[in-house]
């Protein structure tokens, strides 16, 4: 009875110091099958997510997302997939979809292409 008690406590603390998976976490998402295209996938989710009065229209100072290189530019700098994908900031609305946020990661881990 000794035997199963420590056996059973062990595993108890190996399964503790394991590492969970954060279900938000997109860092190593498979994107063979998402294929995100710029004007077919990423502008609409933006047009419906952060364009609008006082957000990410054009002109703004917090990034004019109606083009591609305002875009391009909060990609490349990272701050799209840290306030979208990790920490879920933005938009203030709430977050994005999980299927729109992956398919954000896949663009952003492609390069962000304009396509």
């Known amino acids: 009875?000794?035997?199963?008690?420590?056996?059973?406590?062990?595993?108890?603390?190996?399964?503790?110091?394991?590492?969970?998976?954060?279900?938000?976490?997109?860092?190593?998402?498979?994107?063979?099958?998402?294929?995100a295209k710029y004007a077919a996938d990423i502008k609409p989710i933006m047009s419906a997510s952060c364009i609008y009065s006082g957000c990410h229209e054009?002109?703004?100072?917090?990034?004019?997302?109606?083009?591609?290189?305002?875009?391009?530019?909060?990609?490349?700098?990272?701050?799209l997939e840290s306030k979208v994908i990790k920490d879920q900031s933005m938009p203030p609305s709430g977050p994005c979809s999980l299927d729109n946020r992956k398919q954000i990661q896949c663009w952003i881990n492609a390069g962000a292409p304009n396509n």
């Open 1 to 35: 009875m000794k035997k199963l008690s420590a056996f059973l406590l062990l595993l108890a603390l190996a399964a503790s110091c394991s590492k969970k998976q954060n279900p938000n976490d997109l860092s190593n998402i498979d994107c063979s099958s998402i294929n």
């Open 58 to 79: 054009a002109g703004s100072s917090r990034g004019d997302f109606t083009a591609y290189a305002g875009l391009k530019a909060v990609a490349d700098k990272g701050s």
